[in-house]
């Protein structure tokens, strides 16, 4: 079907441009404020809201993919395809109330920094230095070359034909070669050499601070575009109850094998392996919910927090802070968020039937149906995603390389300006390597796999380390080499059969086994940490005592903290309260009052039972000092040298 070529108006230039201006503006609104210090520009001095960190959170998943790729979800598995990525709300809500305390309390600047607090020696060193390497750069130019590809695809679409993008083409495509020519190198060569430095500029300028700050500006630009584009969807299917009778009847046309796009969850009465049309099969949605929440690192989900989750938990003011910004968090990403991008898909379905490449249909949507006056906002909305993503995953990046290597390895007793500097040029590099990744990568699939593949498995050492005192350096080291190994022999050797979903369950299952099994021996068969390193980090970071008991007797003045089982009781009525709120406000959409009425009325019990049990009666203990980092994260360090 061929695509309406979107004509831009002055207006609508007038809408990117002002959109481009705010967020440099920001940049350099925060330049002076983020330039103070290493934790000014990297954790906004340890004083933000709850509010503007967690929202930044969810500003930061939403990527220029993630409409498309939910589109593709549904037009192929239905609704229940989503659980693809609703599963890993258990981990989320796990962050919010068994972990996000501790990482506060521990003061620290990255996530990487944990190894040489809860380690020690030269594992410890070794453990830190690698990841923000491998994280860092590596792992990090592989998410930014997806998004990227994923933001090419997009003005490929929506600029496709226009004197514009032919211009772009025939100049980077006759200067750069074959990989810039055309609307799909016209495209690229706009996100490389445009897009992504300009990001990286107002990042380098305003640190953290620019970055929550323009990403508060992005996620209300944002909700309100795909909000706009799921209503105009609709209204062209006829309204609701027109759409409605489409699914049905485009589910009539499939066949009788053939699934309820509607449906929410798979049909338990079919074997493990059946996949009819508009069906998760049941081997997936056990994985799904199951096994890869916990099991597998994945940027934004890590089983026990981390990355960018962890760096706005750092930012925090406090405790309350830090947990009520990731529960935020939850909330929006996985209850607010996803409807209109479904409602969205399910009119794909009804008035794009057959496509070979089903994530295009979100953007013929835009293309052919959202009215002129809304067109550049829309570019403006799409320019916010691809951004909003770029500029976390370029401060985050910066900060490992910064933190975590240069500081700690290279040089080490500079001054705050110099390590601010070198800041913005490592921004400055992640944006070269990040720029030669999107080239490099074959589609927007291949990233996704690769990070999934090479995170199975590691999950469990990340959640347990908290809990459990016998956890050493060579534990995440084993989990770490054992995954990416037995990933690797997979990917080569093809030793499963089936369509591709079922090979990644049972690839997903035997990997975790094995790391699981690799890690735990290696455990056991290791000496642990030594008691003063132990006893420092169970000290300031005070876990729950039933895992540290031996640690314990060696601190008889720390109070003993027994609040696991509070804290899981917290954790499944977050995950109930969320859950039914996602499925109360799909039912009431889907014309399903009564059913949506007791799922909302559940969420709201759910809401009040956490804010009772949490919120209210949450015991503030006093900050850090602003703008420092406690003398003791640097103790094991300085063993360790």
Known sequence: ????????????????????????????????????????????????????????????????????????????????????????????????????????????????????????????????????????????????????KAMTSIVSTTLGG??????????????????????????????????????????????????????????VLKMSIVIAIAYYAVEACGGMGAMLAGVHQAQVNAGANAESPLRVLPDFSRGLNAEPMW?????????????????????????????????????????KQGLLSVLWFNIAHYAIRPWPWILTALAVIVLYPGLAHPESGYVMMLNQHLPQRWRGIAIAGFLAAFMSTIATQLNWGASYLVSDFYRRFVKKNASERHYVLVSRLCTVLLVIVSAWVSVQLGSIASGWQIVLQVGAGTGAVY????????????????????????????????????????????????????????????????????????????RNVRPDVRGWQPIAKLAPDVPAIRDLGANLVAWALGCAMVYSCLLGTGKILLHQPGAGAVLLVTSVVCAWLLYQRVVRNFAVEAPEPVGSVPQWVETPAKAAR
């Open 463 to 538: 959640i347990l380390r908290w809990y459990w005192w016998r956890i050493n350096a060579w534990s995440e080291i084993s989990a770490m080499a054992c995954s990416l190994a037995v990933s690797a022999l997979l990917s080569r050797w093809h030793p499963f059969s089936g369509n591709a979903s079922l090979v990644f369950a049972k690839g997903a299952l035997l990997t975790t086994i094995i790391t699981t099994a690799v890690w735990v021996s290696v455990t056991l068969l290791t000496k642990p940490e030594p008691g003063e390193v132990l006893t420092r980090f169970y």
């Open 279 to 319: 069906m998760v099969p049941l081997a997936n949605f056990f994985v799904y919910v199951g096994l890869q929440w916990w099991a597998f690192w994945y940027p934004g989900a890590e089983p026990g927090g981390g990355g960018y989750i962890a760096q706005r938990i750092f930012s925090a003011r406090d405790e």
């Open 1 to 148: 079907m061929a695509l309406n070529v979107m004509g831009l108006t002055p207006l609508d230039w007038s809408a990117i441009l002002g959109y481009l201006a705010v967020t440099l503006l920001l940049g350099l609104w925060f330049r002076r404020r983020s330039g103070k210090s290493v934790d000014d520009y990297f954790v906004s001095g340890r004083s933000v809201n709850w509010w503007l960190a967690g929202t930044s959170m969810v500003a930061t998943t939403f990527a220029a993919d993630t409409p498309l790729v939910v589109t593709g979800l549904v037009y192929s598995q239905g609704i229940s395809g989503n659980w693809l990525w609703w599963g890993f709300l258990f981990s989320g809500m796990m962050t919010v109330f068994l972990f996000a305390r501790l990482w506060r309390r521990s003061g620290l600047l990255t996530d990487v920094q944990f190894a040489e607090v809860r380690y020690s020696g030269k594992p410890a060193a070794f453990l830190r230095g690698f990841r923000a390497v491998y994280l860092g750069l590596m792992m990090n130019c592989v998410i930014l070359g997806w998004v990227t």
């Open 162 to 219: 226009t004197p514009m993008l032919d211009k772009v083409g025939a100049s980077f495509g006759g200067h750069l070669g074959l990989a810039f020519g055309g609307n799909d190198g016209a495209a690229l060569a706009i996100c490389v050499f445009f897009l992504i430095p300009f990001t990286g500029l107002y990042v380098a300028l305003g640190g953290l601070w620019g970055v929550l700050w323009t990403d508060l500006f992005q996620f």
